[in-house]
């Protein structure tokens, strides 16, 4: 049996670096032009890591009114900004 992407892989082969440098090109141009579409593919991803989902986090973070449920704070950034809570999120309580 003939292979369908014989010349595909021969052009491939002898044009790897012009190949793979479009393919980056292109990948960075599509990645500023739709930022939310890959913020939201990555959050559910990080959500499946923890086998959780999207859902659970929306119902979670409605639940605890956007603060963290064990010290009751917004998570901030250094910036000024907020950051997403964090699901694997630990604190060291003093115990007195």
């Given at each position: 049996?003939?292979d369908?992407?014989?010349?595909?892989k021969?052009w491939?082969?002898?044009?790897?670096?012009?190949?793979?440098?479009y393919?980056?090109?292109?990948?960075?141009?599509?990645r500023?032009?739709?930022?939310d579409?890959?913020?939201?593919?990555?959050f559910a991803r990080e959500m499946?890591k923890?086998?959780?989902?999207?859902?659970w986090?929306?119902?979670k973070?409605?639940?605890?009114?956007?603060l963290?449920?064990?010290c009751?704070?917004?998570?901030?950034s250094?910036?000024g900004?907020?950051?997403?809570?964090?699901?694997?999120?630990m604190i060291?309580?003093?115990?007195?």
């Amino acid at each position: 049996m003939k292979d369908k992407y014989a010349s595909q892989k021969k052009w491939y082969a002898n044009h790897k670096v012009e190949a793979d440098r479009y393919r980056a090109d292109w990948t960075r141009k599509d990645r500023l032009e739709n930022p939310d579409f890959y913020r939201a593919r990555e959050f559910a991803r990080e959500m499946k890591k923890y086998s959780t989902t999207v859902e659970w986090y929306r119902d979670k973070l409605i639940e605890q009114r956007g603060l963290c449920a064990l010290c009751e704070h917004l998570n901030h950034s250094q910036r000024g900004g907020l950051h997403r809570l964090s699901v694997d999120h630990m604190i060291t309580l003093a115990v007195i």
